[in-house]
């Protein structure tokens, strides 16, 4: 059941007892699945984040997509008169607007992107996020840390 034999893992340590020998079993499967993890993730598909305001959101890297915390990228399109409540994230948020514009209102100041434009907010910033324009608006995130709703401290 346990390892008897040295393995490549663990060659520099031989145990002399059955307890080291247990220990280095349960250290070598703790750490199989890492020692065999590819140093990628493929994301056949994004995840659609379900909405209720007709904004869509699809995950393509984050804690639903991929199980990613560290960060996380989105693609959205926010439809035209599009709103959402203030909030103050704890992670930073970078967006490029590819189509259309988009408005934020940060920490009382107001900016606007066009397609092309970029725009990064810290974490801690109070933020409105909103699409008061008539055509809708195409871009993408990436928070750092990943979006979670459990951070993202919306004022509802």
């Known amino acids: ?7 490549p893992q663990i060659a520099a340590f031989t145990p002399v007892d059955d307890n080291q020998t247990r ?10 699945p ?10 056949p598909a994004p995840f659609v984040v379900p909405t209720t305001d007709g904004k869509r ?14 960060y996380s990228l989105a693609h959205m399109v926010a439809p035209p008169q599009w709103s959402e409540p203030h909030q103050t994230p704890a992670f930073d948020e970078m967006t490029i607007v590819v189509r259309g514009r988009k408005r ?3 920490d009382g100041d107001v900016v606007e992107l066009a397609a092309g434009q970029a725009l990064l907010i810290k974490a801690g910033a109070r933020v409105r996020y909103s699409n008061p324009f ?5 871009y993408w995130s990436v928070c750092v840390p990943a979006f979670s709703p459990a951070t993202v401290n919306r004022e509802e």
């Open 57 to 70: 959101i699809e995950e393509h890297v984050g804690y639903a997509s991929t199980g990613t915390g560290a």
């Open 134 to 138: 008539a055509e809708e608006c195409e």
């Open 104 to 106: 934020f209102e940060i």
């Open 23 to 32: 220990a280095v079993a349960l250290v070598a499967a703790l750490l199989a």
């Open 1 to 7: 059941m346990f390892l008897r034999k040295r393995s």
């Open 34 to 43: 890492w020692y065999y993890m590819k140093n990628y993730t493929l994301n």
